[in-house]
């Protein structure tokens, strides 16, 4: 694979200059906003503009209001059955989750994984499906005796006919004695499944949010564990830090978590937010209305681990700050036994990816701990404090794209010659062809936890299996068929 240095600014901006230049002109100066040269500094003509429609006619990355409910927000607590209510077409595509790991048993306690659907046809779209949706819920009891709770997760049609899933949800609720949540996430509404996320957040807020109250003992060691979904196990590495340090976590948001947690999150003495894009709406809900202070943390690589577990301590007492000193001097060990294996075989590999709204940032710390160098990073919905955080996180010249179309990502990669690309699923074959490694970094390839000390080692590793794999010695890049140095 070739190594080149990494562009000058200058460069950079000639790159992005080349690749729009194939773009009609209306368009090129509408995605010219959404692309730049890396300022450290935040410069104002450096500023990426984000949280915008896509623009019509390109192949966009990013996914509806719909998957950033029920796929991310929803979808993960356990003791809850998700309706994806509308056509069986949403509820089949995100069935398969997003590898959110969960205790139970499936089908009885646990229903993460299960496809539950009003199945609309084309009568119910004519004369609407209030009444269908009131047989599923009374249905569903009648299946599930163990559930908790019910999310009704709209769909576009449900938006577009007017059904009043609030007035069903609320009638069934007192009928049936159980939380039945109504969610207008149409997957039309907003720009991306970043509104999703929001709307997920809200009807948190106005339906769970403060019910639980007495429903355990508190501690001066409470946290929430918020903005993690447990993919592959993400949620159980991060507990495990954490109560090493001598907190106690009384909730999880929402990877292995239950409506009661969630219910009872307000009693927490901090909140601790992972993913800020997704809960940072509930994180500043708690602190308006509970006083509750939040801050957020990175679980991704040693340097982050360390510096999140005493930035996090500073909220405590002395005895939190031994504990954790304690726990990173032994975490140290590990980590040094991690970095000495699989550093001499990534050193000077080079990054790119497109992810959704974290992870673009948020796994920097973990590649450069093993020397790797992210070269051109972006988000999939991604709002301007998300850029704001990430400026000073990368080097001069580094490119940064917002809503990537598939062009542009392909393009900058020809260019850049990458050692390994991070992204989703719709891009992982793409890649694949081009001869260049992939990590598919939704949901970590089948793999994980990346989360923790335990997720580090499997981070590096997946990372070596996918650049150093001798598989790449039969393919060929494009690049290197045109006479570059291979």
């Avoid at 356990?78 to 790991?101: E, F, L």
């Amino acid at each position: 694979m070739t190594t080149t240095p990494v562009p000058t600014r200058a460069e950079t901006e000639a790159m992005i200059a080349d690749v729009l230049a194939q773009y009609p002109k209306k368009a090129a100066k509408f995605r010219a906003k959404h692309i730049k040269a890396n300022d450290p500094e935040g410069s104002k003509e450096c500023e990426v503009k984000s949280n915008i429609k896509s623009r019509p006619g390109v192949m966009t990355i990013r996914g509806c209001s719909y998957a950033g409910s029920k796929g991310v927000v929803w979808g993960p607590v356990k003791d809850m059955v998700t309706i994806s209510h509308g056509p069986v077409g949403c509820g089949q595509y995100s069935w398969a989750t997003r590898r959110n790991y969960a205790h139970g048993h499936l089908g009885v306690n646990n229903w993460t994984a299960m496809q539950v659907t009003t199945d609309f046809q084309e009568k119910d779209i004519v004369f609407g499906g209030d009444t269908k949706l009131e047989k599923v819920l009374d249905e569903i009891v009648d299946l599930f005796p163990l559930a908790k709770g019910i999310s009704v997760q709209s769909e576009c049609p449900i938006g577009l006919i007017g059904d009043d899933i609030e007035a069903v949800s609320k009638k069934s609720s007192k009928k049936l004695g159980l939380p039945i949540i109504p969610v207008r996430c149409e997957g039309f509404r907003g720009v991306s499944q970043s509104l999703g996320h929001h709307i997920a957040n809200d009807a948190v807020r106005d339906h769970v949010l403060g019910t639980g109250e007495g429903t355990f003992e508190q501690t001066d060691y409470d946290v929430a564990l918020i903005g993690d979904y447990n993919i592959g196990g993400d949620v159980w590495a991060s507990r495990r830090i954490l109560e090493e340090m001598g907190l106690r976590v009384i909730a999880q948001w929402s990877g292995d978590g239950t409506i009661n947690e969630m219910a009872s999150t307000h009693l927490s003495k901090l909140n601790l937010i992972h993913c800020y894009r997704s809960m940072n709406y509930i994180c500043t809900t708690m602190e308006e209305r509970y006083n509750t202070p939040w801050t957020e943390f990175n679980f991704f690589g040693p340097t982050k681990i360390v510096s999140s577990m005493r930035k996090i301590a500073e909220f405590f007492d002395d005895e939190i700050k031994a504990k954790t000193e304690a726990a990173i001097a032994r975490y140290q060990v590990r980590f040094d036994e991690i970095i000495k294996a699989f550093r001499p075989r990534l050193e000077g590999k080079r990054v790119m990816l497109a992810i959704g709204g974290l992870r673009p940032r948020h796994t920097i710390g973990a590649y450069e701990d093993l020397g790797m160098e992210v070269i051109g990073t972006g988000y999939e919905f991604a709002h301007k404090d998300d850029y704001a955080r990430t400026y000073g996180m990368l080097k001069e010249g580094v490119v940064l794209y917002d809503d990537p179309t598939a062009f542009e990502v392909e393009e900058f990669a020809k260019h850049l010659k990458p050692d390994l690309m991070g992204a989703g699923v719709k891009e992982k074959y793409v890649f694949h062809k081009m001869g260049i490694p992939f990590r598919q970094m939704h949901s970590w390839d089948y793999s994980g936890p990346y989360h923790g000390v335990d997720g580090f080692a499997v981070f590096a590793r997946d990372m070596d299996q996918a650049v150093n794999s001798p598989t790449w010695d039969l393919l060929e890049a494009p690049w290197s068929k045109a006479g570059e140095v291979a």
